[in-house]
């Protein structure tokens, strides 16, 4: 008797091992389905295409805070691609955010620190919000750090170029301002954007609605100007302009992977003249 009951142990637990098998077998494909490579952040994609018209009507915004003697400005811009994914070859919206941040000391005016980051989140639909087959969810977002290498690109030109009237109206505003105080200090920054698209000469990005069909070299350069005036309204009545920067922050984004390859800022010399001289 003790040995029956340890046969049917034993072959109690080889059946439930194939039952487990089995059920992982029939799920897995529902799982790659959507190009699922792990349970966690967003599905590996390639193939991608920037959708002019699909772009948000706003495409980028700029505000600053303070907390004691530290302003922070953040600078963020969200992008949208069409890409598939590397398993199973399913069409997903890319949503590319590259967040811009400058620290500075509202006492000394001098700057901190300045860095970038990108937050990309995968969603199945299109890029007008339209579902696609029934669905509309995110299935996972990822973040990271680009590069702040300088890349050097040619063949560029102005993205306006291309034969999208829906996008020209994205950049009829391509200026954010605000202001931030602390006592008689006051700092007030403006935000410039230039966008250019860069092929390196090939004749194979030919506009449209979409940038594509694009090679794979081919970068999308976003150039921020950003301008600082520091005042000092105890100076009143007299010219309370005390100081002026330029930062200029460059992004070079690798079209066919979505990805912001890098962001370099830089400080651009700023020479005081007189035209009427």
Known sequence: METNVKRLRKYSGIALGIVLVTAFVLVQPMQASYGQVSDLGAPAFE????WLDGQPEDPYTANTIRKGHVALTVIAEKEIF????????I??????????E??????????????AFVVTCVKIGDPDGTPTDGTYQVLGCDTYRPLTDFIPVSGCRDILNFNSSDFRD????PQEMNTVFKGDTVKTIEIEKEIVFCDFGSTDSTGGDDIGPVDEDDKKVEQYIIQETWRDLG???????VEQHVESLRCWTLVTDALVESC???TVQLQEVDPFE
Do not use: H, S
């Open 47 to 50: 193939n991608c295409e920037f």
């Open 82 to 89: 069409e890409c598939e994914t590397v398993q199973g070859d």
């Open 91 to 100: 069409g997903v919206i890319v949503d590319v955010t590259t967040y811009g």
């Open 102 to 115: 400058i620290y500075e000391n509202m006492t000394t005016r001098d700057i901190i620190a300045k860095q």
């Open 170 to 173: 994205v950049l009829e505003q």
């Open 235 to 241: 100076l009143l009545p007299a010219n309370t302009v």
């Open 264 to 266: 370099q800022f830089t």
